[in-house]
């Protein structure tokens, strides 16, 4: 495995908030049985911006979805933040989510029939962290981080694509979670769109979250402060994401 790490990347990272400990994943069905994850040993450091990079079929969306506990590991654990994922309950996991990540997809996944503003104000109603009394207040604070305050009215038909994009983006921050999880977030969007969402994105480090995105654009990888490289399931490359830089908090 390659380790590269520079004094100025290292400068914008903290102590490792999830460590992937020798996680594999493999799906077996009556005839055959498919390696999907491989063996993958990474931390990813607090409050760092941090790409999984890999062609496609090598397996990223497979592993966000071990990282949000959608799915569990076939062998290794998930350890997030000290809370072992895969010792919750299908339950526990979907609370602990509601408040733990915020997740931002490829085709913004946005209710059609509600205004930005309501989008943003489901995702409250179903973290239930906050009362109902603050939670127009949340979402319009939302909206605002995001460059969107003058269109919460909206309908996601009368958005462009990359106003879409951030309004999944306040989405995702509504219940403050700690880190946001994106699956090729800009892969849907033109070049220049794709930068300001991207830019969105990569700001919201700066407020303390941790950001984790998926990409198969090398330009976007170089830009993360810490990454893998996947390729078949196996890292075959990462940068200031060592199992070994840190002790993981327990
Ligand atoms: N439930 C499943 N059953 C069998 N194979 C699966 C399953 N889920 C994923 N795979 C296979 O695992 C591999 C990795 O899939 P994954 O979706 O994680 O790739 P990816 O890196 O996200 O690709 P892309 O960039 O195209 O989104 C692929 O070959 C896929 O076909
Ligand atoms: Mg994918």
Redesign the pocket.
């Known amino acids: 495995m390659q380790q590269v790490a520079t004094a100025q990347s290292q400068q914008y990272i903290g102590e490792p908030l999830i460590a992937v400990e020798h996680v594999s994943?493999v799906?077996t069905?009556r005839t055959q049985k498919?390696v999907?994850?491989d063996d993958v040993t990474f931390v990813v450091p607090a409050g760092s911006l941090f790409a999984i990079n890999?062609?496609?079929?090598?397996?990223?969306?497979?592993?966000?979805?071990l990282l949000t506990g959608i799915d569990r590991p076939t062998v290794g654990r998930v350890i997030f933040a000290g809370t072992e994922l895969q010792a919750k309950s299908e339950d526990a996991l979907a609370r602990w989510r509601g408040t733990h990540v915020g997740i931002i997809f490829?085709f913004f996944q946005l209710v059609p029939t509600l205004t930005a503003q309501e989008n943003v104000l489901l995702a409250l109603e179903l973290g239930g962290g906050l009362p109902r009394s603050a939670w127009r207040r949340r979402a319009q604070e939302c909206l605002e981080i995001v460059g969107l305050g003058a269109f919460g009215r909206r309908l996601p038909s009368a958005l462009s694509g990359g106003q879409q994009q951030r309004v999944a983006i306040a989405r995702a921050l509504a219940n403050d979670p700690p880190v946001l999880i994106a699956?090729?977030p800009t892969g849907n969007l033109d070049s220049h769109t794709a930068a300001q969402v991207f830019a969105t994105l990569a700001s919201l480090t700066e407020r303390g979250k941790t950001v984790v995105y998926?990409t198969?654009d090398p330009r976007l990888a170089a830009r993360a402060a810490a990454r893998i490289d996947?390729l078949d399931?196996r890292i075959v490359a990462q940068h200031n994401a060592g199992a070994v830089v840190a002790e993981v908090q327990r």
Do not use: A, F, M
């Open positions: 994943r799906i069905t498919t999907i994850l890999g062609p496609s079929g090598s397996g990223k969306s497979t592993l966000l979805n490829q699956d090729e998926v198969h996947l399931g």
